[in-house]
């Protein structure tokens, strides 16, 4: 230690080391942070293992005060009867069914409020039309109307055309609430790409079709990820509007699928448990792995405007 | 050699078909000795994809052939006066049936009834036109199963070649603003459909006596006096079953306050926390968005597992703490004050009934919402952070400024372009975020944890007032829209996002 000329006294030494230092965090103040941290990192994850832990459980020991991570006497048996159903109790197992369900719905909307909103954004970042300011505006102010509050007309809508109960209706439903805010997301991040590129490809005779597909999509990846992410993971765990639209078992997205397990006679806490576990592991990964994406992607969109 | 190319630019997809097939007969294989517990099957899924995929035809052929219509209006122009009125003339004939199906449309959702009137049989023109050639094809025998889908392409196959002769008889012209109203066009077509158009039938449903009685719309009455009468259900009478306006606005307020509060603060702090150079980083990082990552429903339900009276975490943690305060106290009965003080604690701190006890079930479902909404206004607080130059700070630390004022000087207001979006859109959603309330509590008990959008839910799809609630809707609707403009105008937010 440089300072440590004027002080020979060795814990004045360390102690000033360990609280002061003239240039970034001295240890003191490390160990606070990493203790903040990890304070708030279990609080976060806590709850979530939770859901782990009695998943795990035999069925004869599901309710207890045990605060452990791995239970005693572990087994997998509720995931055994969540995936293939039990012969013994004579059910059948709608888990695949449920998934098959949701993902048949969800990426179906995604992928078309994705072409909608890549499409128009474009539209709105590299031409200036009359309308401009006021359509984004516009869609701007769509989003202060409550998905609740559409709901009820939706529902009457899709109850004249008969698509109550049906996937299409779900579709419907779902297709078109998220595209105003990715069309600001994908705006905010075309803005970012230099208009020079695409020049200089039309002046090479490219066409606007070929700008778009080759220059224009391929350097968004990231935004276009998240936008697809955000509309894929809010489809993805509804409940509220599937609720209303879907009524037969058969027809059931997971999230209407799970909750049977919380009003079945007795609730089967182990089995939900098993079936968040399987579905929940899958998305978490995705998203986590992509947080990185996630955190450029909403703030390039939101500091450009 | 043209032959291998063509061989190596398939070779991908020959790839993924044969990937595809794999995965498809292991899991075949894996599965096929519990098939019998699955209710999934190949039918289902055949059937699913055959309803989809006639679905996204027909979708993409519609929204095809209203931009071709477009298309030409921008971009092509008769090439002399006779072509002219030709060109016109089946323009307007094509864009007339468009609105026609429109209008038929509108009808058909019940906007407006038109019973037997002239205009109707007007209106029905196009569906006329489809019906005919659904029973001549039907007729013809050519389609049984699905005439529908048959006839809907005979149909674009004529407007296909009345297109084909317009491009004919017309020349190309140039246009500046085309494309781009060519692009916005499918968005703004969705967005009128499934929003716009939905808010104005609302609008019309709040002037109206719609319920169950009267199975919805079918003999639903219209009228101002009706739309007066709900207004005034709605201010003076109860909500859902024995809830009032007043109360449940009141709550909703306190709910949007608190959470937002605590969202901004909490990710506030983790953000500051997470942004500086230090080890496992990403580490941390990655483990505070869990809770965001975890799908909604999943959270929701398991912490209203969490909140149970004897076996969910909170009460056995407070259980613990209540012991642990227990013997503290006794231990320390003969030192006055602090003996005093743990007995006090020990009989006031204790596991608490979260579902009993309006307060604490109210408690319950603000834990549960701030635990979920902390990780994402961290992340977009962390990414307006890393955005801000470093200089500012190092210019501040040599004129001796204190962290604090570095933070309020430099990051509050650098933060501002990011905070002031994210606290609006915070609002909003918090205020209309019940998913939460409903899969933890349903409201409950006696409706005291409800707040106004999932009274609304209840009332429309529990107690079935139609009418009623499009009424309430508008009116949160209305509190919204006031808000925000209240907000955009004193942090003068937009400026920056018109441009």
């Given amino acids: 230690m440089s300072t440590s000329k004027s002080n020979p006294n060795p814990i004045t030494k360390f102690l000033r080391w360990f609280f002061y230092r003239a240039r970034g965090d001295s240890p003191f103040k490390t160990i606070l942070i990493h203790a903040a941290l990890i304070i708030a990192s279990v609080i976060a994850v806590y709850p979530a293992l939770r859901v782990v832990t009695i998943s795990l459980r035999p069925n004869d020991t599901l309710l207890t005060t045990d605060l452990r991570i791995i239970p005693e006497n572990a087994t997998l048996d509720n995931y055994k009867e969540v995936l293939f159903g039990s012969p013994e109790k004579n059910r059948t197992s709608d888990f695949f069914l449920w998934l098959w369900n949701s993902l048949s719905v969800v990426s179906v909307t995604s992928i078309i409020s994705m072409i909608l909103a890549a499409i128009s954004a474009y539209a709105f970042s590299r031409f200036k039309f009359p309308g401009r300011t006021a359509g984004l505006i516009f869609l701007l102010t769509t989003q202060m109307i409550p998905a609740g509050m559409l709901l009820l007309p939706l529902f009457i809508m899709l109850a004249q055309l008969k698509m109550i109960n049906t996937a299409l209706g779900l579709i419907i439903a779902y297709s078109v609430s998220s595209v105003p805010l990715t069309i600001w997301t994908l705006k905010g991040y075309f803005d970012t790409i230099p208009v020079d590129l695409e020049e200089a490809a039309l002046i090479d005779g490219a066409s606007r079709f070929t700008v778009f597909t080759q220059i224009i999509l391929p350097l968004s990846t990231p935004a276009l990820a998240i936008a697809f992410l955000f509309s894929f993971m809010g489809g993805w765990s509804e409940y509220l509007v599937a609720r209303v639209v879907l009524q037969k078992n058969e027809m059931f997205t997971w999230p209407l699928g799970i909750f049977t397990y919380a009003q079945q006679f007795t609730v089967s806490w182990g089995q939900f448990s098993a079936a968040s576990v399987l579905i929940a592991i899958p998305v978490m990964i995705l998203f986590l792995y992509s947080s990185k994406w996630l955190i450029s992607g909403l703030t390039l969109g939101s500091v450009k405007g | ?499």
């Fill in chain 2, 1 to 499: 050699m043209e032959n291998q190319s063509a061989i190596r630019r398939l070779l991908p997809y020959i790839y993924w078909l044969v990937g595809i097939f794999a995965i498809y007969f292991l899991l075949n294989y894996l599965i096929s000795p519990f098939s019998s517990g699955i209710s999934l099957n190949l039918k289902t899924v055949v059937a699913r994809v055959k309803e989809i995929g006639t679905f996204l035809v027909g979708i993409g052929l519609g929204l095809g052939l209203i931009e071709a219509y477009f298309y030409q209006i921008f971009f092509r122009q008769p090439s002399n006066p006779t072509t002219r009125i030709i060109m016109r003339s089946l323009q307007v004939v094509l864009g007339a049936l468009v609105l026609l199906t429109l209008f038929a449309f509108f009808e058909i959702t019940d906007l407006y009834r038109l019973g037997d009137t002239f205009l109707a049989t007007v209106i029905h023109i196009p569906l006329t036109l489809f019906g005919t050639i659904q029973k001549a094809l039907l007729g013809a025998g050519v389609a049984k199963a699905s005439a529908g889908l048959w006839s809907g392409l005979v149909l674009s196959l004529i407007i296909i070649i009345i297109y084909g002769v317009i491009h004919l008889i017309s020349i190309p012209r140039h246009s500046r603003l085309g494309l781009a109203y060519l692009l916005v066009l499918p968005a703004l077509i969705g967005v009128l459909f499934l929003i716009i158009y939905p808010f104005l039938f609302e609008i019309k449903l709040a002037f109206s006596n719609a319920s169950l009685g009267t199975q919805a719309t079918k003999n639903a009455q219209y009228g101002l006096i009706y739309g007066w009468n709900n207004l005034v259900t709605l201010f003076t009478g109860k909500v859902a079953k024995d809830a009032r306006f007043f109360e449940v606005l009141g709550r909703t307020v306190l709910w949007t306050v608190i959470n937002v509060t605590f969202h901004v603060g909490g990710g506030m702090a983790l953000a500051l926390l997470l942004h500086r150079p230090m080890k496992l980083q990403g580490f941390y990082r990655t483990l505070l968005i869990v809770p965001w990552a975890i799908p909604t429903t999943i959270a929701a339900m398991a912490l209203r597992n969490e909140f149970d009276s004897r076996y969910g975490l909170f009460n056995i943690l407070l259980t613990d703490l209540n012991h642990w305060l227990t013997s503290v106290s006794q231990g320390t009965v003969n030192i006055i004050g602090i003996g005093n003080l743990f007995s006090w604690l020990s009989a006031h701190i204790g596991p608490v009934s979260w579902k009993q006890d309006p307060f604490w079930a109210f408690v319950s479902i603000l834990i549960s919402n701030i635990w979920l909404g902390i990780p994402f206004m961290s992340v977009i607080i962390l990414g307006g952070l890393q955005s801000i130059s470093k200089e500012y700070y190092e210019a501040a630390e040599i004129d001796g400024a204190s962290k604090w004022q570095q933070f309020v000087s430099i990051t509050l207001p650098l933060l501002r372009p990011v905070l002031t979006p994210a606290i609006v859109l915070g609002v909003v959603w918090t205020f209309n975020k019940f998913d939460i309330i409903y899969l933890i509590t349903q409201g409950g008990p006696q409706e005291k944890t409800d707040i106004l959008v999932s009274s609304m839910y209840k009332a429309a799809f529990q107690f079935y007032r139609y009418g009623f609630t499009a009424m309430f809707a508008l009116v949160i609707f209305v509190i919204l829209f006031l808000f925000t403009l209240f907000y955009l105008r004193i942090t003068n937010g937009l400026k920056s996002v018109s441009e």
